[in-house]
């Protein structure tokens, strides 16, 4: 049976969400927003499932919007408040966000928006300094990653609300890694805006919300009904918000203990690994990381091949990098980091979550070694790509 470690791109489905799942379909067929005796039971089903989701980020229910995922959120985000601040023409961001940024900031720039990417220090820190020095009347929109899912870098972004409220631009974080893994609250942040994803917190794919700060401006992308306080058209997902309602409860009452146990585990595999390969680097830093997360850099192999050798023997990580045309790509975010291009396509990203227990953990602490150093005996780095 496979050890699953790759919780940051999407944890395995909560027994709390499959059996929300399960009773949607035995109790509600209609549709949300029908008068009818099932339209109304389905609407409860619904606004319970929008405060659970509003509590794992210490929200109010009627400030979260129900989107498809993280990525729409993100966009909502970012194209809504653009669209809303008509005469504001400047973004501001980070070289190390998810592609669900990064793609919609590159298009809005090829429409001739300024965007401002602020570069990491070596851990993956965003100096708030540097993104407020860039901040002016003409900024639409701070958008940042409240946790990378790469590396785990946890930024400090509650610096940057108050003075974002009196130049008059909208902040953004992206928290869908961080929530449910440590504490998150929209007012101790003062962001306007906040992405949440279902299917990282256990829920199915396919859901996520966007916080909304009362009084902020955002315009909808999705056009064609009243839906969701008309900020996104369309017939809900019912069974999707009920699952990340009962996904995001559960994480609200683990976290307490799941985020400590988590984070031993997490230590315990890293201490472990040093221990038995020499020279692996950690990609983030040692304390303001993700408990979950280790992105970890193996001398003289390529990610790639320890990526599949490990999947051979049953445990399942990931790159962190893109794939296109064939060819891996080594991760923008660790090349951002001040990483050579050698270090990064030798790093791999290590995952915990939920489900994952101290068994497990005792199991990948003697597999990868092993497999580390049969790769590296079988398929040693060439000089040139070292370079």
């Not at 008509?86 to 429409?111: D, N, V």
């Not at 100096?127 to 003409?138: I, N, Q």
């Not at 680097?281 to 320890?306: D, K, Q």
């Amino acid at each position: 049976m496979a050890i699953y470690l790759d919780h940051n791109a999407g944890a395995p489905l909560r027994v709390e969400a499959a059996a929300a799942i399960s009773r949607v379909i035995a109790d509600a067929g209609g549709n949300p927003s029908s008068v009818h005796l099932s339209g109304q039971r389905s609407r409860r089903m619904l606004e319970a499932a929008r405060a659970q989701v509003a509590s794992i980020a210490g929200a109010e229910a009627r400030q979260i919007v129900f989107t498809s995922g993280g990525t729409e959120s993100n966009n909502l985000a970012i194209f809504g408040a653009v669209s809303a601040a008509s005469r504001r023409r400047r973004i501001i961001s980070s070289e190390i966000e998810h592609s669900s940024i990064l793609a919609p900031l590159a298009e809005l720039e090829r429409r001739g928006f300024d965007v401002v990417r602020v570069a990491p220090d070596r851990d993956g820190r965003i100096d708030p300094a540097r993104v407020l020095a860039a901040l002016d009347g003409e900024t639409a929109l701070v958008t940042l990653g409240l946790a990378n899912s790469e590396v785990g870098t946890i930024q400090d972004l509650a610096p940057l609300a108050t003075v974002c409220g009196k130049a008059g631009a909208l902040l953004h974080a992206d928290a869908a890694q961080a929530v449910g893994r440590i504490p998150v609250d929209v007012a101790a942040l003062g962001c306007d805006l906040m992405t949440l994803s279902g299917h990282k917190l256990g829920a199915p794919a396919g859901v996520g919300a966007l916080y909304v700060r009362d009084f902020a401006r955002i315009a909808p992308i999705i056009l064609g009904g009243p839906h969701e306080s008309g900020l996104r058209a369309g017939t809900p997902n019912l069974l999707g918000a009920v699952a990340f309602g009962a996904a995001a409860e559960a994480a609200v009452l683990a976290m307490g203990t799941e985020s400590e146990r988590i984070g031993s585990l997490t230590s315990t595999l890293f201490a472990r690994i040093r221990e038995a390969i020499p020279g692996v680097g950690l990609n983030g830093p040692i304390a303001g990381r993700l408990p979950n997360t280790l992105n970890l850099t193996f001398p003289g192999v390529l990610g790639e091949s320890m990526l599949i050798a490990l999947d051979l023997e049953g445990v399942e990580v990931s790159m962190g990098s893109a794939c296109a045309a064939g060819a891996v790509e080594p991760s923008h975010v660790l090349r951002a980091m001040g990483r050579s291009v050698a270090d990064a396509r030798s790093s791999l990203r290590i995952s915990l979550g939920w489900n994952n227990t101290a068994d497990e953990i005792d199991a990948v602490a003697a597999i990868i070694p092993a497999v580390w150093r049969r790769v590296a005996d079988a398929e040693p780095m060439p000089e040139a790509s070292a370079r």
